[in-house]
């Protein structure tokens, strides 16, 4: 990724947490355990089907490269149902069809990704002038799949995870007509019944069709826009990104009721897409993504 709603969805994605503990950690015991009287109930909902939905506020650039920001709703929904996991973030979609196996264990992850990809799709969304007179593209569909390793009881305690996975989404649209390779590493821990954490590492690589897309400023729009002609950037690796996410139960524990939720990531776009005219001139090779809001668990 990542347009502009695929960052809403990273962002509110700050929900994961409570979908990660449904599926891998019973909350009787974190960095925190309760005392044993209180063991019964939290393990009662240990393995159950759970649902969360949430809704957050980020705070994203315009475009990936821009250096300009703006306020955006995002909405969010995970779950596990019978033990294969989903989840729906902002414009992006996955599902995990390997049941997770709970407790201390490896977990092999596999199964579908698909994502909406509004970059420069409004300009009105667009604050810099020149950018906007670049005009739009089409949203474009990828899809794809993605499949992965995780160890439970890691570092901190039996119930934290870290998880390493590959996903690759193709646009089946004919916008970019490229594809899209992103390795991430996320590392998850329990710190008591009410509150969990969650950091993570990312990078992508495209095609030159994506570069050619979305980064050009070909000759005529460059007496247009005012921006320097670029066309001959090539594909590769895009940006990376490293992100903290959070969540704290305000009803119950993490497996139940209302919790809220934040986040924020850095990205540093690299390489060819860092030169183009719309990142070194018009934007900035980083940029911040900080999201809070509000989740419930069922």
């Known amino acids: 990724m990542i347009a502009r709603n695929l960052l809403i969805g990273a962002a509110v994605a700050a929900a994961l947490p409570t979908a990660v503990v ?5 909350p009787a015991e974190a960095a925190s355990a309760p005392a044993p009287s209180d063991a019964p109930n939290a393990m009662a909902d240990f393995g159950r089907d759970t649902i969360t939905l949430g809704l957050g506020l980020a705070y994203l650039p315009d475009y990936e490269g821009s250096n ?7 909405p969010a929904a995970i779950g596990t149902i019978g033990g294969i996991s989903f989840s729906v973030l902002g414009s992006r979609a996955s599902a995990d069809l390997i049941p997770s196996p709970g407790g201390p264990s490896w977990d092999v992850q596999l199964g579908p990704v698909a994502a909406i990809n509004f970059m420069r799709s409004n300009r009105q969304s667009i604050e810099d002038a020149r950018v906007r007179r670049l005009g739009e593209r089409d949203t474009s569909i990828e899809l794809g799949g993605y499949a992965g390793i ?3 009881g890691v570092i901190t305690s039996q119930y934290d995870k870290l998880s390493v996975s590959v996903s690759y989404r193709h646009d089946v649209s004919g916008v970019h007509r490229s594809g899209i390779w992103q390795p991430t590493v996320n590392y998850f821990t329990p710190l008591s019944e009410k509150s969990a954490v969650a950091l993570f590492a990312s990078a992508e690589r495209v095609g030159t069709k994506y570069v050619q897309t979305y980064f050009y400023v070909p000759v005529g729009q460059s007496a247009i826009s005012g921006l320097p002609t670029y066309t001959t950037g090539r594909g590769g690796w895009k940006n990376w990104t490293v992100g903290a996410l959070g969540t704290y139960s305000l009803t119950g524990n993490l497996l139940r009721g209302f919790k809220l939720v934040a986040g924020g990531t850095y990205r540093r776009m690299i390489n060819d897409v860092a ?8 934007g900035s090779r980083t940029q911040w993504l900080g999201a809070v809001g509000v989740a419930f668990t069922f």
């Open 68 to 74: 300009d920001y703006r306020f955006a709703p995002g």
């Open 150 to 152: 995780g160890k439970t």
């Open 22 to 26: 449904a599926q891998d950690a019973p």
């Open 275 to 282: 030169d183009s005219p719309l990142v070194r001139i018009a």
